[in-house]
């Protein structure tokens, strides 16, 4: 056996143990159970957690494991899902008092490839009610609370906000969240983790409860790039039962992701979108931007088309229209307990007219050209990843968003890796956004193992 922490390390470091047979999955999965059971109550990160058969699953991979029948690197290895994510049998409620009682009639096709690879599933955690807001608090299913201030309950990001409470708190290795404006990037970013955006069609959205379907996207939350690496392959490839994954081919982004960044060309977002940013947040943006440099980078300021704000905008509406589309019956119902903060926000989309919805489609095919016209020849565009450090949810305003940086990556349909880049001067996690073209996940992932290798922000804990 071995001295490897259960709670902390990284996915592929647990791996190697079990498959070294220095470590047992029987062993991982008690220890992280028995991490639940102490902090969960305080955190409320899962919703439910399957302990009973999350180690009857873990006994059953350890006597495969152990009989040369693992099928395959990552066997025995838990992972939490976010609370819209069908399990056949199991509730999933999206996050909604509403809908508490719903049981999945279908797996999600992704959550499939996980169990197929051999992870165990060790619960659900809990989400922004309909996956709709990107603070992550739940009026009726409770705020989860944000590992890195014990004192203060402060924002753990959204609306995948119990996955990453639960891997940022070390109750589990990596898991799932969705992106539909920034939902996997903004807990990544406050509980001081990995996360990234993939590009609409990369991962089958079968079997996820959808809020917007031209916007919506799974994607890993880790502690490390080469675990969001690892668990993004597990999910990707064409599904039948998902047409957007159509022609979207498998891009193994491992054997590219160690050649570094000398030589590559960043852009720069323009010193405009820095106002209004915290400090401490742009002083860590600017290291991580000398950092990069320090590695070989060659980064310039660009001038871009139109105001990160103006997009999210536009993505606000896209989201309003279509989530009305699928909840809007369940929030006009005024007996039901839906939560105060998120009606209004499906509300948008339930007097936009025809001719709104289209001409905001349109109008983002040519912010997109535009777009790609201004950052053609670069291969990443850095930003923050959020504008602050988690707030005090006290402080929030819910008629506003923390999604400034984020939202606008959505309506480009590119995608994004988010890595902790540094803490604030009382503890809290900051976090930097690198950019790319739709369908790069491997550039995203390449620029941040650079960055990471070369700093250990990813290293820290909180004070649990």
């Given at each position: 056996m071995t001295d490897i922490d259960p709670a902390f390390s990284t996915a592929h470091d647990l791996a190697d143990a079990i498959q070294a047979g220095r470590l047992s999955p029987v062993t991982l999965m008690a220890a992280l159970l028995d991490r639940i059971s102490r902090h969960d109550e305080k955190l409320h990160s899962f919703v439910t957690v399957y302990g009973k058969d999350a180690l009857q699953a873990a006994e059953a991979a350890e006597k495969a494991i152990r009989s040369g029948h693992a099928v395959g690197p990552l066997h025995g290895i838990p992972v939490a899902l976010k609370d819209i994510i069908d399990l056949e049998g199991r509730v999933t409620t999206g996050g909604s008092f509403?809908?508490?009682?719903?049981?999945?009639?279908?797996?999600?096709?992704?959550?499939?490839?996980?169990?197929?690879a051999g992870m165990i599933v060790i619960g659900k955690t809990h989400s922004v009610e309909f996956a709709m807001g990107g603070w992550g608090t739940n009026q009726h299913m409770g705020t989860p609370w944000n590992p890195w201030d014990l004192e203060t309950l402060r924002a753990p990001g959204g609306s995948s906000a119990g996955t990453g409470v639960a891997i940022g708190a070390g109750l589990a290795p990596w898991?799932?969240?969705?992106?539909?404006?920034?939902s996997v990037r903004l807990p990544a970013a406050w509980c001081g983790l990995t996360g990234l955006k993939t590009t609409v069609g990369r991962i089958s959205c079968f079997g996820v409860l959808p809020l917007a379907s031209s916007l919506d996207t799974p994607g890993p939350m880790t502690r490390c790039v080469e675990d969001a690496a690892l668990l993004y392959n597990a999910m990707q490839g064409p599904d039948s039962l998902d047409p957007l994954t159509k022609g979207v081919a498998f891009e193994d982004p491992l054997p590219e992701m160690r050649r570094g960044v000398a030589g590559l060309k960043l852009a720069l977002m323009p010193a405009s979108e820095r106002e209004g940013v915290d400090p401490e947040v742009l002083a860590a943006f600017d290291a991580s931007v000398e950092k990069l440099r320090e590695l070989g980078a060659t980064i310039e300021e660009?001038?871009?088309?139109?105001?990160?704000?103006?997009?999210?905008?536009?993505?606000?509406?896209?989201?309003?229209?279509?989530?009305?589309?699928?909840?809007?019956?369940?929030?006009?119902?005024?007996?039901?307990?839906?939560?105060?903060a998120v009606r209004p926000r499906i509300w948008i989309g339930k007097d936009m007219t025809a001719k709104t919805y289209l001409g905001t489609l349109k109008?983002?095919?040519?912010v997109k050209r535009e777009y790609d016209l201004s950052l053609a020849g670069y291969d990443a565009l850095l930003t923050p990843t959020t504008a602050t450090p988690a707030p005090a949810v006290d402080s929030i305003d819910q008629s506003q968003t923390p999604a400034l940086f984020t939202r606008m990556v959505n309506l480009l349909d590119r995608c994004a890796l988010a890595l902790p880049n540094g803490f604030t001067a009382s503890g809290l996690p900051?976090?930097?956004?690198?950019?790319?073209d739709g369908y790069?996940?491997?550039?995203?992932?390449?620029i941040g193992w650079a960055y990471e290798q070369a700093t250990d922000w990813n290293?820290?804990?909180?004070?649990?």
């Open positions: 509403a809908l508490k009682d719903r049981v999945s009639t279908v797996t999600a096709t992704l959550a499939k490839k996980l169990i197929a898991g799932l969240g969705t992106d539909t404006g920034g660009v001038s871009l088309p139109l105001p990160f704000a103006a997009m999210g905008g536009m993505t606000g509406r896209i989201i309003g229209a279509e989530g009305y589309h699928f909840v809007g019956d369940l929030v006009d119902d005024m007996d039901l307990p839906i939560d105060e109008k983002r095919e040519f900051t976090s930097l956004q690198i950019v790319c790069d996940e491997a550039m995203a992932l390449r290293s820290r804990r909180p004070p649990l």
